[in-house]
Nanobody, 123 residues
Framework: QVRLEESGGGSVHSGGSLKLSCTAS?????MGWFRQAGEKEREGVAT???????TYRESVKGRFTISRDNAKYTMYLQMNDLKPEDTAMYYC????????????????????WGQGAQVTVAS
């Protein structure tokens, strides 16, 4: 079983930056991020395939950058110009496919999860 370990997160003011990292214990094609704010549904944020194919949730485009170091099985999420609405628990996730990452129920069948990292953005 592939394991995911994430690090990063923290608290910043609006407009600030944070970086998240996630390291897998072995190769897996699709790595990405979800977030969950309070009692809201968990939602997809960004994905990156082993081939470098990248997608983003519309609301984070131009502010968040996902990247990946395949040699280290590590993925990063650089978050710039953070807004209070970005406040959430961010979860590293991985699966054999990045398909339907932004579908409302995608998190219910995503295979692998990190432990979560809190991101708090104060106005």
């Amino acid at each position: 079983q592939v394991r995911l370990e994430e690090s990063g997160g923290g608290s910043v003011h609006s407009g600030g930056s944070l970086k998240l990292s996630c390291t897998a214990s072995a190769y897996i094609y699709c790595m990405g991020w979800f977030r969950q704010a309070g009692e809201k549904e968990r939602e997809g944020v960004a994905t990156i395939g082993q081939d470098g194919k990248i997608t983003y949730r519309e609301s984070v485009k131009g502010r968040f950058t996902i990247s990946r170091d395949n040699a280290k099985y590590t993925m990063y999420l650089q978050m710039n110009d953070l807004k209070p609405e970005d406040t959430a628990m961010y979860y590293c996730a991985a699966d054999s496919s990045c398909g339907s990452w932004y579908a409302p129920d995608r998190y219910t069948y995503t295979r692998l999860w990190g432990q979560g990292a809190q991101v708090t953005v104060a106005s």
